[in-house]
């Protein structure tokens, strides 16, 4: 499936039950039946997954887990493998969230590996990077960037199957978000160290993501080198998740 622009993800984190989930993914399915701009996924609890995926299936939306192991097996209590998330149904993972790399001390090796793991098993691997305020503060926005990109991104990626969301920590779950000028560099800088490290890397699809809801999504969206979002908080109720998308269809 190519990933038109917008390409509009939710991550639902740890939310949802069967109930609201079957009414919640029949909305996105009935709005995908009216139009065929852009791109839409979900990123949902590994317990909604087959349900979801069910409930999905050839409408064109991605239906992701939010994390992986980076082993395809073994034995690690409580994980789940990238193998499993695709016997579930899922066609995404998200890894390296920050949420993750914060909560489990999720290293940038650690993402790589299950990055790797998604990558391995033809899910598109949705990588996610992103500074804390005391980095920005510090005028190490940049480097970070770089050490993430650099550490957590599989050389060899098929541009095709990769998506980098850059989310500022600091914007995430708060209100709080980077001007359009902050965005705007920050995904150019993301871009030309993804074109050293992968061949044809300027082209893969970057996702701003941190409290992007329909009040700021048009604006968020016409940024320059802005393929989408990636939408946690906003991505819970489907009238605010697809307000989302078409703000920036319309943009
Ligand atoms: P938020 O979360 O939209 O609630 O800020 C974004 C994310 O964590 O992906």
């Not at 650099?150 to 920590?169: K, R, T």
Request: charged share 20%; with cysteine; glycine share 14%.
């Amino acid at each position: 499936m190519p990933l038109a622009a917008p390409v509009v993800f939710g991550n639902w984190k740890m939310h949802g039950l069967r109930d609201d989930a079957e009414a919640q993914v029949a909305a996105l399915a009935s709005y995908a039946a009216k139009q065929d701009g852009g791109t839409l996924g979900v990123f949902v609890p590994a317990t909604l997954l087959s349900l979801v995926a069910g409930a999905l299936r050839g409408t064109g939306i991605w239906v992701g887990g939010q994390d992986c192991h980076g082993s395809l097996e073994g034995a690690h209590t409580g994980d789940i493998s990238a193998v499993m998330l695709r016997d579930a149904g899922a066609t995404a993972a998200l890894v390296g969230h920050s949420e993750r790399r914060t909560d489990h001390r999720e290293t940038d090796d650690i993402v790589l590996g299950k990055a790797k793991a998604a990558l391995d098993q033809g899910l598109l691997a949705v990588v996610c990077v992103g500074e804390t305020e005391q980095e920005r503060d510090a005028d190490q926005t940049e480097a970070r960037l770089a050490k993430q990109i650099e550490g957590s991104i599989p050389d060899g990626a098929s541009v095709d199957q990769l998506v980098v969301a850059y989310e500022p920590v600091w914007a995430i779950g708060t209100g709080r978000t980077p001007n359009a000028q902050q965005i705007r560099h920050a995904h150019q800088f993301l871009r030309e160290q993804l074109a050293q490290k992968l061949s044809g890397g300027a082209g893969v699809t970057l996702l701003y993501g941190g409290s992007v809801k329909p009040e700021n999504a048009a604006e968020i969206l016409a940024i320059d080198g802005v393929d989408g979002a990636l939408v946690g908080g906003a991505s819970l109720k489907p009238e605010s998740f697809l307000a989302i998308h078409a703000a920036g269809l319309s943009g």
